[in-house]
């Protein structure tokens, strides 16, 4: 196999969840042979995430950290992870992965992802909550509220055939769909800093291509350590303007 696979993660103080996410990244990457590199950004944190991702990187040459000194939110991160990926993706059909870094994501989807972009000719691949098969474990009752809310909105307004989890950030990209996205739309790729900003990525790229579906997987938010970072109310009214002013 001559493509990667880049997975990319945004980080804000997750250094309880870090080190079993990338273990077992590395576990579904060896047993289907995957060339791959990890871009993990640090965005500001409080915790001791740095020293986390240094120790791991000392026996992982594959691993690479990008820092943010200070907090700059989630949309940033992202971006700054996407530009990341970018740089260790040069072939069009290289895929790069973002996920959540909580370990509430499961690598383990990642190639049945890869094989919808490389097999079954998608451009874009998001793990969805709602399809057959799909299943929503230890999620708060508000959160499951906010998705479904979402789900909604985005069906009236963005309207992808095969999409129903227009907000899950768990998602994988042809490396030529985002680096068209990124030389389209510079800086100005990701301007919303809190969650909106994965729903804001999605339109973005919906403009460009269509080719975009999904697979099922299992949200563990059981295993999760820490408080949610999730803003309700911002993240709500962040949502809403972007799709009524479909920017």
């Known amino acids: 196999?001559?493509?990667?696979?880049?997975?990319?993660?945004p980080a804000y103080n997750e250094s309880a969840?870090?080190?079993?996410?990338?273990?077992?990244?590395?576990?579904?990457?060896?047993?289907n042979n995957?060339?791959?590199d990890i871009v993990v950004v640090n965005d500001g944190s409080s915790d001791n995430t740095l020293d986390v991702l240094k120790h791991l990187a000392e026996s992982r040459p594959h691993l690479h950290i990008e820092n943010h000194p200070q907090n700059r939110g989630l949309g940033a991160a992202i971006k700054t992870s996407i530009v990341a990926a970018l740089a260790l993706a040069p072939a069009d059909d290289d895929i790069i992965v973002n996920m959540d870094a909580d370990n509430t994501h499961d690598p383990k989807y990642i190639p049945s992802m890869a094989d919808k972009i490389?097999?079954?000719?998608?451009?874009c691949v998001i793990a969805?909550?709602?399809?057959?098969?799909s299943e929503e474990v230890g999620v708060p009752f508000f959160r499951l509220m906010l998705s479904r809310g979402a789900r909604l909105l985005f069906q009236l307004f963005l309207r992808l055939p095969e999409v129903r989890d227009y907000t899950c950030g768990y998602r994988a990209y042809r490396a030529s769909l985002l680096r068209e996205?990124?030389?389209?739309?510079?800086?100005?790729?990701?301007?919303?800093q809190g969650f909106a900003c994965t729903d804001e990525l999605l339109v973005r790229l919906s403009t460009i291509s269509r080719k975009i579906t999904e697979v099922p997987f299992v949200l563990r938010y059981d295993k999760k350590q820490g408080r949610s970072k999730l803003p309700l109310m911002k993240t709500v009214a962040e949502t809403l303007k972007m799709l009524i002013l479909k920017k």
């Open 1 to 9: 196999m001559t493509q990667k696979i880049v997975l990319a993660l």
């Open 128 to 133: 969805s909550r709602y399809q057959a098969g």
């Open 118 to 123: 490389w097999k079954g000719g998608y451009d």
């Open 17 to 31: 969840n870090l080190e079993p996410l990338i273990i077992a990244a590395e576990q579904v990457f060896a047993t």
């Open 181 to 192: 996205a990124v030389s389209l739309h510079g800086d100005g790729l990701i301007t919303r």
């Open 34 to 36: 995957y060339p791959f």
